[in-house]
């Protein structure tokens, strides 16, 4: 089938193997990186200081009082 496109095995045993390496190391250096970028950090630090002072306020609503 793949010699009417001009693809040869060897040619299918090494996307395998790029797909294999990618399946199973890409991605976790992928997330490894991102994860430990400044950017996500930072915005990590955003999304949780706004979760925080959501929280703070609804609980100045139902009449609680935080101490920091």
Same mark, same amino acid.
């Given at each position: ?7 040869? #095995?060897?040619?299918?045993?090494? $996307?395998a193997? %790029?797909?294999?390496? $990618? ?13 430990? #970028? ?5 915005? $990590? %630090? %955003?999304?949780y200081?706004? *979760?925080?002072?959501? #929280?703070?306020?609804?609980? $100045?609503?139902?009449? *609680?009082?935080?101490?920091a």
């Amino acid at each position: 089938m793949y010699a009417d496109y001009g693809i040869a #095995s060897d040619y299918n045993q090494q $996307l395998a193997k %790029e797909k294999h390496w $990618l399946i199973t190391k890409g991605f976790r250096a992928f997330l490894t990186i991102v994860a430990q #970028s400044k950017d996500f950090k930072n915005g $990590l %630090e %955003e999304v949780y200081r706004a *979760y925080r002072d959501a #929280s703070y306020q609804a609980g $100045l609503k139902d009449g *609680y009082i935080y101490s920091a």
